[in-house]
T-cell receptor, first 113, second 114 residues
Framework: DSGVTQTPKHLITATGQRVTLRCSPR?????VYWYQQSLDQGLQFLIQ???????AKGNILERFSAQQFPDLHSELNLSSLELGDSALYFC????????????FGSGTQLSVL | AQKITQTQPGMFVQEKEAVTLDCTYD???????LFWYKQPSSGEMIFLIY??????QNATEGRYSLNFQKARKSANLVISASQLGDSAMYFC???????????FGAGTRLTVKP
């Protein structure tokens, strides 16, 4: 158990809908990262937060947004969903914002039908 | 920009044999870390081993070792005495100290044969 909690584990929804994925980092970790894993794109970095502030941005679509709350949990919002958004979404955390290894949650499997 | 290359989509190894999974990287940052993660069929990402760019010795963690060749920008993972439970996807990743995100290679699927 990595200590990173992601909910829900599975999510099935329809095109055009909006969903929210939730992540609680390990106790004491200030930084949260979101990754998308699909068969054709591999593991893609989406966005990072550190202590409530956005720190780095990767290949995140404009339809997607995220935030980190004062209690350090984070949410990834996906809107106007398309079939191609179906993927495994990982949250990871680290104690600081740079250099060290990431601890991954078990992921949220999103299926857009 | 950082780039991680894993050229082996799939590898097979006989149980109890050693196997090397290749990873090359490209970065202009002088200070960075290299990581290997394992992803079994259950889907979770499991950290295996870390190598810092300034570390003089190759990292080892049990049956895992990292063959770090800085001049060639390679960070190959060596798994000794393979076990059936080693069958999984293996990802090489890099994180520079100037950039905050960790970038991953495409992965190598390892299958251990009994």
């Amino acid at each position: 158990d990595s200590g990173v909690t992601q909910t829900p584990k599975h999510l099935i929804t329809a095109t055009g809908q909006r969903v929210t994925l939730r992540c609680s980092p390990r106790s004491g970790d200030l930084s949260v990262y979101w990754y998308q894993q699909s068969l054709d794109q591999g593991l893609q970095f989406l966005i990072q937060y550190y202590n409530g502030e956005e720190r780095a941005k990767g290949n995140i679509l404009e339809r997607f947004s995220a935030q980190q709350f004062p209690d350090l949990h984070s949410e990834l919002n996906l809107s106007s969903l398309e079939l191609g958004d179906s993927a495994l979404y990982f949250c990871a955390s680290s104690r600081t914002g740079s250099g060290e290894k990431l601890f991954f949650g078990s992921g949220t499997q999103l299926s857009v039908l | 920009a950082q780039k991680i290359t894993q050229t082996q989509p799939g590898m097979f190894v006989q149980e109890k044999e050693a196997v090397t999974l290749d990873c090359t990287y490209d970065t202009s940052d002088p200070s960075y870390g290299l990581f290997w993660y394992k992803q079994p069929s259950s889907g979770e990402m499991i950290f295996l081993i870390y190598q810092g760019s300034y570390d003089q010795q190759n990292a080892t963690e049990g049956r895992y070792s990292l063959n770090f060749q800085k001049a060639r920008k390679s960070a190959n993972l060596v798994i000794s005495a393979s076990q059936l439970g080693d069958s999984a996807m293996y990802f090489c990743a890099m994180r520079s100290y100037n950039n905050n995100d960790m970038r991953f290679g495409a992965g190598t699927r390892l299958t251990v044969k009994p």
